[in-house]
């Protein structure tokens, strides 16, 4: 095929693909194409919300990647899972439903962002969920009914969950109600993305219903490897399917859509991004923009692990294996049971000291020991426990990502330069003290054996901090290597649109300029509705008709 098949080609069909996919199509009006490298999500483990761990680890689905070197962190390698697969992240991850704080919206206006205060945003994250849980009178304004996103409330709360929200209040931390309403401050319930029993990752939400739309195509196993460029216009795509190599043409755009490290990495293979890196790879430049691949941010995380005496979280111990079956089998008749459970049940949003303006770190409580991406499971065999995960919300550190060559199928080259700042680390090391006292508190002692890690010997600040230097992963939310704004380093203007470019824009997580305080994928998603309606606007040439959509 070679002519201008389709007006919207989409690269990329994880958690913003999804939602292009779905709302560029749906006025049967224009007709779309989505490319997705990895297959359909087919795969059973990715509906079962504890299927996670397997995901995560990347038996299937998943592009596995690694950083590079870390200095600041030990000189180790760092593992970067992200999905491959229909759904893309949102089909791997945790499930858990988060926005991020209202100022980092607003501070993403103040960066030159204009149209995305939180106030501007929220009719978008309004539009995307269909609200499950009860809302609080004062909250009622913060959610959406009928929208594609199913967010779940949480059902039984597995005994350890309970424990770590009695701990936390016997502490004196401040309780929410809702993390995405009026505060997001506190320790509570974190809500999911589940409908029935089942994990609703994006691809769910958006893309099954709008599959059979005749206008729609999705390809799989579609590799894209080169956005096509006639003068300063984008037309179409070169994807690589088995080993066809194929092109196709877009009349009116083609949106990145692959990801905070995929997208960069397609934009410098084909000839967009800084001159000294496309040179090193022979890559003949087309567009110069400094900013490709830059200021890349991500959330820095470590687990304080207890050792339980109770048998009442997960584990794969084998005194587990009965329970484990019997889930097995209430989930398969009755998407019923703790199967249904993503783990992460509860969490909170604190401030590290007294002076912060926001709540700088981000708890998930976990009724299961850590088991480092699912690499390492030897701790989950043994034990039976509970971990406070602990990531620092706003990091100053600013990686990179790049090119390792022009194979277009090779790993992009991924360098986070993780705790370059110490004030991260200094956060995270008063984020273990804090999280210790929680665990210490009475709501715990039925439950607790020994603290496991970092363990009863790492005491001192300096102690704490080399700790965290040496076992500090990624919580699997890098963003802002395409980032949003009009200066220097921008890569898409506040339309989404590549700076200099007619007919490309870039919408996923690589596009925020700042990282949120929170989860990524809604974010995301909000991103993704957001861009969906500029583009339906641009399309319309009519200033009102896509932002109407979201009113
Ligand atoms: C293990 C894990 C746990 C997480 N937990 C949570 C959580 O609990 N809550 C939360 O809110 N967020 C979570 N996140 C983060 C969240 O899922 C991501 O921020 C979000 O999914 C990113 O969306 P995206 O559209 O930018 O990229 P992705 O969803 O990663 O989608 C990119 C898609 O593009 C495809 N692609 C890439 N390159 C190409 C190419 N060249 N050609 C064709 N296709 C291509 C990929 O295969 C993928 O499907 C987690 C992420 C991971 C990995």
Same mark, same amino acid.
């Given at each position: 095929m070679k002519d201008t098949d389709y007006d919207y080609l989409i690269a990329g069909g994880g958690s913003a693909g999804c939602v292009l996919a779905n709302? !560029?199509?749906?006025?049967?009006?224009?007709?779309?194409? &989505?490319?997705?490298?990895? $297959?359909?999500?087919?795969?059973?483990?990715?509906?079962?919300?504890?299927?996670?761990?397997?995901?995560?680890?990347?038996?299937?689905?998943?592009?596995?990647?690694?950083?590079?070197? *870390?200095?600041?962190?030990?000189? @180790? @390698?760092?593992? *970067?899972? @992200?999905?491959?697969?229909?759904?893309?992240?949102?089909?791997?991850?945790?499930?858990?439903?988060?926005?991020?704080? =209202?100022?980092?919206f607003d501070r993403w206006a103040a960066q030159g962002c204009a149209g995305w205060s939180y106030e501007e945003v929220l009719p978008y994250f309004r539009r995307m969920e269909n609200y499950e849980p009860a809302s609080e009178p004062r909250d009622a304004r913060f959610h959406g009914k009928g929208g594609p996103l199913n967010i779940a409330p949480r059902g039984a709360l597995n005994p350890l969950s309970q424990a770590f929200l009695d701990a936390a209040g016997q502490a004196g931390l401040p309780a929410t109600a809702d993390f995405n309403g009026a505060q997001q401050e506190g320790y509570g319930i974190l809500h999911r993305y589940h409908r029935k029993g089942e994990r609703c990752s994006n691809a769910a939400a958006y893309l099954r219903p709008a599959e059979g739309r005749p206008n729609l195509t999705v390809i799989t196993g579609a590799h894209v490897t080169r956005v096509l460029l006639e003068g300063r216009r984008a037309v179409g795509v070169r994807y690589r399917k088995g080993r066809a190599e194929r092109e196709l043409r877009a009349a009116r755009e083609v949106i990145v859509s692959g990801g905070a490290f995929n997208s960069p990495q397609l934009l410098l293979l084909s000839g967009i991004g800084p001159r000294a890196e496309l040179e090193k790879h022979g890559i003949p430049l087309l567009h110069e923009l400094p900013?490709?691949?830059?200021? #890349? *941010?991500?959330?820095?995380?470590?687990?304080?692990?207890?050792? =339980?005496?109770?048998?009442?979280?997960?584990?794969?111990?084998?005194?587990?294996?009965?329970?484990?079956?019997?889930?097995?089998? *209430?989930?398969?008749?009755?998407?019923?049971?703790? !199967?249904?459970?993503?783990?992460?049940?509860?969490?909170?949003?604190?401030?590290?000291?007294?002076?912060?303006?926001?709540?700088? &770190?981000?708890?998930?409580?976990?009724?299961?020991?850590?088991?480092?991406?699912?690499?390492?499971?030897?701790?989950?065999?043994?034990?039976?426990?509970?971990?406070?995960?602990?990531?620092?919300?706003? $990091?100053?550190?600013?990686?990179?990502?790049?090119?390792?060559?022009?194979?277009?199928?090779?790993?992009?080259?991924?360098? $986070?330069?993780?705790?370059?700042?110490?004030?991260?680390?200094?956060?995270?090391?008063?984020?273990?003290?804090?999280?210790?006292?929680?665990?210490?508190? $009475?709501?715990?002692?039925?439950?607790?054996?020994?603290? #496991?890690?970092?363990?009863?010997?790492?005491?001192?600040?300096e102690e704490l901090r080399h700790w965290v230097r040496h076992h500090a992963e990624t919580i699997y939310h890098p963003v802002g290597t395409c980032k949003m704004g009009v200066d220097p380093l921008a890569v898409v203007d506040p339309q989404l649109r590549v700076h200099g470019l007619q007919g490309l824009r870039v919408i996923d997580a690589s596009v925020m300029p700042s990282l949120i305080g929170g989860n990524t994928n809604a974010a995301v998603s909000m991103i993704g509705e957001k861009g969906a309606a500029m583009i339906l606007r641009d399309a319309a040439g009519n200033a009102e008709a896509g932002e109407a959509l979201a009113a």
């Open positions: 709302r !560029l199509s749906a006025d049967g009006k224009h007709r779309v194409c &989505l490319l997705e490298a990895g $297959p359909r999500d087919w795969n059973p483990l990715i509906r079962l919300p504890t299927g996670l761990i397997p995901l995560v680890r990347g038996w299937w689905c998943n592009w596995k990647y690694w950083s590079e070197p *870390q200095p600041h962190m030990g000189g @180790r @390698r760092m593992y *970067q899972p @992200r999905g491959k697969v229909l759904g893309g992240s949102s089909s791997i991850n945790a499930q858990v439903y988060i926005r991020g704080n =209202a100022a980092d900013g490709v691949g830059q200021n #890349l *941010q991500d959330h820095l995380d470590l687990y304080v692990v207890t050792k =339980a005496k109770t048998r009442e979280g997960f584990s794969f111990h084998p005194t587990s294996w009965w329970r484990a079956l019997a889930g097995l089998v *209430q989930y398969a008749l009755f998407r019923r049971g703790y !199967l249904t459970s993503n783990l992460a049940e509860t969490g909170a949003f604190l401030r590290s000291a007294p002076e912060e303006p926001l709540p700088d &770190l981000q708890w998930h409580f976990a009724p299961v020991v850590n088991a480092y991406h699912g690499l390492d499971l030897r701790g989950v065999f043994r034990h039976y426990g509970y971990s406070i995960t602990i990531n620092e919300n706003r $990091p100053l550190s600013r990686g990179r990502v790049g090119l390792h060559s022009a194979d277009p199928l090779a790993a992009p080259l991924i360098d $986070p330069n993780y705790g370059a700042e110490g004030r991260e680390i200094e956060r995270l090391v008063r984020g273990i003290k804090l999280a210790r006292k929680v665990l210490a508190q $009475p709501a715990f002692d039925p439950h607790r054996a020994v603290e #496991l890690v970092p363990g009863p010997q790492v005491r001192s600040d």
